[in-house]
């Protein structure tokens, strides 16, 4: 299995600009989560999917975020317009919420900077 | 309102020696507790966990100690290798499927 794959692996763009951020889980996972990583308070939980339907995206910033899982295998995370302040790493995660273990599976991440 | 904290951001050992990063929490609903482990570039991958039934997990080189009263607990690493070198993560999850995680502690395990 080639494990979550998350795409672009790096972005650099300018304040003001679309960012759309993808996600492939692994094969036969049903829950998807996206994260953001930052200095200050490491990573948080923006949103999780639990067979496509989202649950909990009460850690998502502001209505500049967005998250879709139109199926199984793919989920995006757009951020309308940009701001300085979203440069961080994403990371997608995945689970198989009827295995034995709880743990998440994470992708490398996206590392975004917003000039 | 951190739930899950890591108050050191560092720690540097020996090899050979004992490595032991720390995680409190504050929520008493948290009925699982995980460790990640973070190379540069790279997605955390799991390490360890352990159940709010038990007080104590072991894997080879890795141990995780908790303490429910206190709210406490703690990776322990023995012997530390230079690979250990990592930034580790502490999460804990209640009765849904988020995982909350603490900022981390970065690791380094000198010659």
């Known amino acids: 299995d080639a494990g979550v794959i998350q795409s672009p692996r790096h972005e650099v763009t300018e304040m003001g600009q679309e960012v759309t951020l993808r996600c492939k889980p692994i094969?036969?996972?049903?829950?998807l989560f996206w994260y953001r990583q930052t200095m200050m308070r490491g990573l948080e939980l923006l949103i999780y999917?639990?067979?496509?339907?989202?649950?909990?995206d009460s850690g998502m910033p502001e209505d500049r975020f967005s998250a879709k899982m139109p199926n199984a295998s793919f989920s995006t995370l757009k951020i309308q317009p940009s701001e300085p302040r979203d440069s961080a790493v994403y990371f997608c995660?995945?689970?198989?919420?009827?295995?034995?273990?709880?743990?998440?599976?994470f992708g490398p991440g996206t590392r975004l900077t917003v000039l | 309102d951190q739930q899950v904290k890591q108050n050191s951001p560092s720690l540097s050992v020996q090899e050979g020696r004992i490595s032991i990063l720390n995680c409190d929490y504050t929520n008493s609903m948290f009925d699982y507790f995980l460790w990640y482990k973070k190379y540069p570039a790279e997605g955390p991958t799991f390490l360890i966990s352990?159940?709010?039934?038990?007080d104590k997990n072991e894997d080879g080189r890795f141990t995780v100690f908790l303490n429910k009263s206190a709210k406490h607990l703690s990776l322990h690493i023995v012997p530390s290798q230079p690979g250990d070198s990592a930034v580790y993560f502490c999460?804990?999850?209640?009765?849904?499927?988020?995982?909350?995680f603490g900022t981390g502690t970065r690791l380094q395990v000198f010659p």
């Open positions: 352990i159940s709010s039934i038990k």
């Open positions: 999460a804990a999850r209640g009765n849904t499927d988020k995982l909350i």
């Open positions: 995660a995945s689970r198989d919420t009827g295995g034995t273990y709880n743990e998440q599976f």
């Open positions: 999917f639990n067979n496509n339907v989202p649950i909990d």
């Open positions: 094969s036969g996972h049903n829950s």
